[in-house]
């Protein structure tokens, strides 16, 4: 069975899931590898794709690498191909054009951590755990999820809790906003699709423009940003979803009655 699976529902909403359930879906060379490849497949049909949800199958969201085999890893080029396969493949994750779900069932560590905070929303469950533990095993984050993590909470706690290898609950996780939501434990997936399902009932040129403006609040300078998302108004009140849905709203004032 493959280690990572992807599919696209009949409703727009594409399903990442990390498949080893055995290893609490820690990624080998192979599942990183494959992790890649579904990526590069959600690109290749994001045209159709309303929204993307990240999971782990059976109670687990991602461990992080399994150190059983990467152990017999020990080079400085392991490990710079280590940082290079899922640095890149978060990068590309980020870069979706739709919104992107971490669906968060056990513990999501180390760099189950990272491809978590690499997607736009985090729904966790209870009993989940959310932990940037590197430094536990003498090693810092390398497919960005430090300065992910710091952009989301800031220097000085991005700091403290990398340094400190903190593990947070899913409701420490929701006060510090590391968290969207928190689900009964077995719902996170469920949560996560309603809220994809959501977004997937909205007008999809719309929701790509409200990424896009927001990336570029995470990205740009705040003039930049302004102007990023000013520009992205026009052609959205000129396009037919807006005008149906201001006529439909215009004639329904109208016929109220007095």
Known sequence: MSSILFEVQEDGIGVLTMNRPEARNALTWEAMES???AVDGA????RELRALVVT??????????????LDGYPTRL?????????????????ALPIPTLAAMEGPALGGGAEVALACDVRVMAEGATLGMMHVRLGICPAWGGGQRLLR????????????????FTADEALAYGLANRVAPEGGAFDQSMELAAAFARQDSQAVRAIKRLARAG????????TAAERSEFPDLW???AHLEAS?????RKNHRPA
């Open 218 to 225: 995470v990205e740009l300078s705040p003039e930049e940003a």
């Open 56 to 69: 782990g199958a059976e109670g687990a969201f991602c461990a992080g690498g399994d150190l059983f085999e």
């Open 78 to 94: 392991d490990g710079a191909r280590l940082a290079a396969i899922m640095g890149e493949a978060l990068v590309r994750l980020e």
């Open 247 to 251: 006529a439909l709203f215009v004639a």
């Open 43 to 46: 690109h290749a049909v994001e």
């Open 35 to 37: 992790f890649s490849i």
């Open 238 to 240: 000129a396009a037919p």
């Open 152 to 167: 989301l909470v800031g220097y000085s706690r991005a700091l403290e809790w990398m340094a400190a290898g903190q593990v």
